[in-house]
């Protein structure tokens, strides 16, 4: 183990002081403080700890916004969503988007700067052959994104489902795999040039599949390449979560909360649904550190309610886990 020394000022070995027991130089409080500082930052080294490793995943600072631009019935501009954010305490804010957004893409994100609100991704929801450059969906121009993070100067990951159509859904198992990884590998080069990363973003479906997205992540080999795991669309995958969700971890860059109920609506808000607590216990039991994602996926209301009901019944559930580290956090 690795010795860190800690030297500790008595009054005697102070330069120009008297030896006079007596005797305390003005600032004699604030070096007892900054003494005591080291000796604990000292021992925490040399016992392997950080603020980070003790930190719970559940925290209110490890939680990203999401689904809050579309989904929000007061039509927020960014500085009104930027004070929704400072008021919920959250950090860091995932941009999705809709056509009818991209005139304000460049005020969103200089205002999410100058209210030191991190940018966690940027939405694109691409398709199976984006090198031909013709978007399947509003929100699926790639080259688009690239411009606008390039613009702005901006690192950070694209989020992308990555969508399969009919024509592609046709092909025999292994030529959907080649052409899926031919598909992220391009998106990821693109990315690459401009300093950002891309997560292939659970949407359901086959692309959707866990072990699908373990594959591709694998074949395409790329150090900017991850996965975003989103509760709302792997509803089927519930009952195998235990099984495969450790095995996502080295690939996890973030896990989008919802309320998870056999049979029930799809969006249920977190705590509301039977199997929340077993699969936020896997989550913990994981070794997962990454970001936690909540959202508003609700057109009809507003999305400062929505975080909040989730955020309390996040709350709710960390109670039931006795997580302390984290609920001292909200």
Not at 31 to 50: E, W
Not at 146 to 170: C, G, S, Y
Not at 207 to 234: C, F, R, S, W
Request: charge should be negative; aromatic fraction near 8%.
């Amino acid at each position: 183990m690795r010795l860190i020394k800690v030297a500790i000022f008595g009054l005697d070995d102070q330069p120009g002081l008297r030896q006079d027991s007596n005797a305390r130089p003005p600032d004699f409080t604030s070096r007892l403080r900054t003494t005591l500082a080291a000796i604990v930052t000292a021992s925490a080294l040399l016992l392997g700890f950080t603020a980070e490793q003790s930190m719970s995943v559940f925290a209110r600072q490890n939680l990203v916004a999401w689904c809050i631009i579309p989904f929000d019935a007061r039509h927020r501009s960014p500085l009104e969503r930027a004070q929704m954010l400072k008021r919920l305490g959250i950090q860091r804010l995932a941009i999705d988007w809709r056509s009818k957004d991209v005139p304000r893409f460049d005020d969103e994100i200089r205002t999410l700067q100058e209210n030191k609100i991190t940018i966690q991704a940027f939405w694109l929801r691409g398709d199976m052959y984006p090198e031909k450059k013709a978007p399947s969906s509003e929100d699926g121009d790639l080259e688009l994104v690239l411009a606008t993070l390039r613009r702005n100067h901006v690192k950070t990951q694209i989020w992308d489902p990555f969508d399969a159509n009919e024509e592609f859904m046709a092909l025999p198992e292994v030529e959907r795999l080649r052409r899926a990884t031919e598909a992220v590998r391009y998106v990821a080069a693109q990315a690459k040039e401009i300093g950002c990363s891309v997560a292939i973003y659970a949407h359901g479906g086959w692309m959707g599949e866990p072990e699908t997205e373990l594959k591709i992540v694998e074949q395409v080999g790329m150090d900017n390449v991850g996965i975003v795991y989103d509760y709302e669309h792997a509803r089927p995958q519930m009952d195998r979560f235990p099984e495969f969700f450790p095995k996502l971890v080295p690939h996890l860059w973030g896990v989008i909360l919802n309320g998870m109920q056999q049979g029930g609506p799809d969006f249920i808000t977190v705590g509301e649904g039977d199997r929340d607590l077993g699969m936020l216990k896997v989550i913990r039991d994981s070794g997962y550190r990454g970001p936690i994602g909540i959202m508003n996926h609700d057109e009809n209301r507003d999305a400062e309610v929505g975080l909040r009901l989730n955020m309390e019944g996040l709350k709710k559930m960390l109670r039931q886990m006795d997580d302390q580290a984290a609920l001292q956090t909200y």
